[in-house]
């Protein structure tokens, strides 16, 4: 099977290189030359543990994966097609912008010469992959190709794992042969039994902006509940290792913290609140959701300010930039929005992150770059673990105390245990407790 990716995007790119390894002959496709250039000597345009291994391997050893910028060729000779073009917020408004998608399905139109699948992987509103076949329609016979919807669920800093060993795979077809061809082409995830969910497009798009959102849903309802934890003297981890354990509930993403973040949750929850809208449909839930994450920054940082009595000209520091671990993103990053209220007070700020420093500074000017986290703590009154990196989690917190008085310590993600903080001479506040 001859497989075609256009967008060397995060999505784009984990796709083409892990179907690669099942075994496929894969060409990535972007207009974007200088990019193209940079992905043929193996070089990602972002960091993901993994990715650079298998492109090297893919592109130099088997010689299964390639990359060009010229969708004609490659489109003519693919079996499928995959449109994995970003699909942003619009500007001003919560819509996504589908600009991109309709550039390409115009393209594919103008380029396909066989039969073959065209399979929508962008994060797209329900309607969206009807709407593609429309398009092609214009131009192709309707016997010539077929549209898919087929959602990704990766998770940036785990994404390769992800796609290797996915829950589920979920497949949006209106006939046998789409349905057949897509189950052909996941059969490598028969060895370990993935389920491969077979539905109407419009589940399948559903599904994806359904699923983002219940997941923003449980972050956004533990974060409340985690305030009424720090009123009340109970402990938000204990609260959620006790609902949890509910195999109804689930442990995962109830861990409370400063919001949720990155490319996909905030943009997605807002439009799927959209989507509903169109519809005069009430999904009122997620606006709570929604609301209560956009203020959840602002509510942190009023916190960090008044509990360290911060204020004009002292210095804090911020441990973490990316908006999570194992990635370089610093899209709708919490830390850097805290940094940046931070900073419009008058508090400077130096900041430390494994990887998301390039990204950081080239938007925020003001964050002051340090070498390693203890340079990052040197000489401020308050330090703000933001993302619980693997290494912050064991930091030699003696070495950064060093006999100051009320230096206090904001363990937003809750990676330390505060009695064990306390003891060292910090002022502790975690999340919720
Ligand atoms: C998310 C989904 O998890 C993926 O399944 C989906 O494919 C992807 O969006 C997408 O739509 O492309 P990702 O944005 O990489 O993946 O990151 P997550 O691990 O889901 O975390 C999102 C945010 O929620 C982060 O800011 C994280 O810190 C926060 N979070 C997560 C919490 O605050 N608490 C939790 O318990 C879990």
């Not at 209106?174 to 993935?194: A, H």
Request: aromatic letters at 8%; charged letters at 25%; proline letters at 3%.
């Amino acid at each position: 099977m001859k497989l075609t990716i256009i967008g060397t995007g995060y999505v784009g790119l984990i796709t083409g290189a892990c179907f690669a390894e099942f075994g496929y002959e894969t060409v990535c496709v972007d207009k974007d030359i200088n990019r193209i250039i940079e992905l043929n000597q193996s070089k990602c345009p972002f960091y993901e543990p993994g990715i650079e291994e298998l492109l090297n391997k893919h592109l130099n050893k088997t010689k299964l994966l390639s990359f060009s910028n010229s969708l004609s060729q490659s489109a003519e000779s693919a079996d499928i097609i995959f449109i994995t073009v970003g699909t942003p917020s619009k500007r001003l408004e919560d819509d996504a912008d589908l600009s991109f998608v309709w550039d390409v399905a115009r393209e594919i139109s103008n380029n396909i010469k066989k039969y073959c699948l065209i399979v929508t992987k962008s994060t797209v509103p329900v309607g969206t992959t009807k709407q593609v076949k429309q398009l092609i329609l214009e131009k192709i016979d309707e016997n010539n190709f077929d549209v898919v919807s087929n959602p990704e669920f990766l998770r940036e800093g785990s994404a390769i794992n992800d796609f290797m060993r996915p829950d589920r795979v979920v497949i949006g077809c209106e006939n046998q042969k789409s349905e057949n061809i897509m189950r052909e082409l996941y059969r490598p995830l028969n060895l370990n039994e993935t389920p491969i969910i077979s539905t109407s497009i419009e589940s399948s798009e559903i599904i994806k902006y359904a699923s983002n959102s219940f997941l923003a849903t449980k972050i956004s309802f533990i974060n409340q509940v985690a305030n009424l934890c720090e009123q009340v003297g109970a402990n938000i981890q204990d609260v959620a290792k006790g609902m949890g354990i509910d195999k109804r509930i689930g442990s995962k993403f109830l861990h409370a913290g400063p919001g949720y973040g990155g490319s996909c949750f905030p943009k997605d929850v807002k439009a799927f609140i959209n989507t509903a809208n169109k519809h005069n449909v009430d999904l009122s839930i997620l606006s709570a959701v929604n609301n209560f994450n956009d203020q959840r920054v602002s509510e942190i940082t009023n916190k960090i300010i008044a509990k360290s009595n911060l204020s004009k000209g002292d210095t804090a520091a911020i441990l973490g930039l990316s908006f999570k671990p194992n990635t370089d993103d610093i899209r709708d990053s919490t830390s850097i929005k805290i940094g940046k209220i931070l900073n419009e007070k008058g508090i400077n700020v130096k900041s430390y992150d494994p990887v998301a420093m390039d990204n950081a500074k080239k938007e925020n000017p003001f964050l002051t770059l340090c070498k390693n986290a203890y340079e990052a703590c040197e000489d401020v009154k308050t330090i703000i673990i933001a993302t619980e990196w693997n290494e912050f989690r064991a930091l030699d917190l003696k070495k950064i105390v060093n006999n100051k008085n009320n230096l206090c310590i904001f363990d937003l993600r809750n990676i330390y245990k505060s009695e064990e903080i306390k003891e060292l001479g910090f002022d502790y506040f975690g999340t919720g407790k």
